[in-house]
């Protein structure tokens, strides 16, 4: 099974919002590709600090995306460069399997800077070179985990006028965590 076919498993799960699940069942799955000594190495890093600092900014960006009346906010990482991220607000959205090339994203009104995680991208960098089931299994919890604080941490703000979505640099299709209330 190639990398891809585990994200899109991963997704499926995503969707659900059920963030100590979703980590639990993909630990188990990375630690039978990778193993149990990187994975431990991966639980070993001390997330309170970035997730503090990314509910800081999503709450921030949240509000400021609602007070401009905008439709989506995007949350990307890139897994390359420490992890930076940002997150952009959009004005126009739609929803999942509408718009299979995310053409909604033409529309950027406003970016954020959002916080790094330089210790997934120097594990990211020493194990995450090859096509192999260790490469796999380490990239799959290094996003998973980002996953899960992002949605963690937004089950803290309240917004129903706004989608958010996830994705690493260059990813199609990206990620809804929540999409649009509408009724």
Do not use: H
Request: aromatic share 12%; proline share 2%; hydrophobic share 35%.
């Amino acid at each position: 099974m190639k990398i891809f076919d585990y994200l899109e498993d991963l997704y499926e799960y995503i969707k659900d919002n059920e963030w100590d699940d979703v980590e639990n069942r993909y630990r188990k799955v990375s630690v039978k590709l990778a193993g149990k000594d990187i994975i431990a190495d991966i639980d070993d890093v001390n997330l309170d600090g970035y997730e503090e600092d990314l509910e800081a900014v999503l709450s921030e960006t949240v509000e400021k995306c609602e007070d401009e009346g905008y439709a989506a906010l995007y949350f990307e990482y890139d897994m390359d460069e420490d992890w930076e991220s940002s997150f952009s607000c959009y004005s126009r959205y739609t929803a999942e399997g509408e718009d299979e090339e995310e053409e909604w994203m033409e529309n950027l009104e406003d970016k954020s800077e959002g916080p790094t995680l330089p210790d997934f991208g120097e594990i990211y960098k020493k194990y995450c070179a090859g096509d192999d089931a260790r490469s796999a299994g380490v990239m799959l919890y290094l996003i998973v985990k980002t996953v899960c604080a992002l949605g963690r941490r937004l089950e803290n703000i309240q917004t129903s006028s706004l989608a958010v979505c996830i994705g690493y640099s260059n990813q199609l299709p990206i990620w809804r965590i929540r999409e649009i209330e509408t009724s």
